[in-house]
């Protein structure tokens, strides 16, 4: 069971906004920054957003990241067919000593 | 440009060993902390172990602690994992990714297979 919980599957319209939710717990998420990944079928991860809600240089300005608590939240407004892809959320874990990953959302644009 | 390649996946026997490589270029290797992470057939992604720049400090998921074993040689731009006493669960595609979190270079992944 993954430390960080993501809801399986997610889904939505083109052009509709969606959000993808991450809980974790004061070991992880309440300590320290998320981050969120991209991952296309048959492809390496892609790092979307970090510490939070940093895009890096190329992620289009449709994809925001934040978090509360123990808690984050992945935002996608203006769905397009090119963003159907698996994201995990991830985060610094102590009890780990290093990276706990969500299980995974995996998003179908409808 | 940054280029991440791991090599040195394949099929192995339970209890059987493999060590697997990858090759870094693009970037000062030895400035940067490194991270292996797996990901099994259809499921989702899990740390393994990272190693920081001069190879002092090393950590292990505690699902591969006492099998694996990640080393680096900075000379040559390259970091190991070397995997014994393997087990069926450790099937997976192994991604070596720069950085101690937040990894925003990922090799494009080698398959260790884990069957009789």
């Known amino acids: 069971q993954s430390a960080l919980t993501q809801p399986p599957s997610a889904s939505g319209t083109p052009g509709r906004r969606l959000t993808i939710s991450c809980s974790g717990s004061t070991s992880n998420i309440g300590s320290y920054t998320v981050n969120w990944y991209q991952q296309l079928p048959g492809t390496a991860p892609k790092l979307l957003i970090y510490s939070n809600d940093q895009r890096p240089s190329g992620v289009p300005d449709r994809f925001s990241g934040s978090k509360s608590g123990t808690s984050a939240s992945l935002a996608i407004r203006g769905l397009q067919s090119e963003d159907e892809a698996d994201y995990y959320c991830?985060?610094?874990?102590?009890?780990?000593?290093?990276?706990?990953f969500g299980g995974g959302t995996k998003l179908t644009v409808l | 440009q940054v280029q991440l390649v791991e090599s040195g996946g394949g099929l192995v026997k339970p209890g059987g060993s493999l060590r697997l490589s990858c090759a870094a270029s693009?970037?000062?290797?030895?400035?940067?902390?490194m991270s292996w992470i797996r990901q099994t057939p259809g499921k989702g992604l899990e740390w393994v172990s990272y190693?920081?720049?001069?190879?002092?400090?090393?950590y292990y998921a505690d699902s591969v602690k006492g099998r694996f074993t990640i080393s680096r040689d900075n000379a040559k731009n390259l970091m190991y994992l070397q995997m014994n006493s393997l087990r069926a669960e450790d099937t997976a595609v192994y991604y070596c990714?720069?950085?101690?979190?937040?990894?925003?270079?990922w090799g494009q992944g080698t398959l260790v297979t884990v069957s009789s």
């Open positions: 990714a720069r950085d101690l979190t937040g990894y925003a270079y």
């Open positions: 991830a985060a610094w874990d102590d009890s780990l000593n290093g990276v706990v």
């Open positions: 693009g970037f000062t290797f030895s400035d940067y902390y």
């Open positions: 190693i920081s720049s001069s190879g002092s400090t090393i």
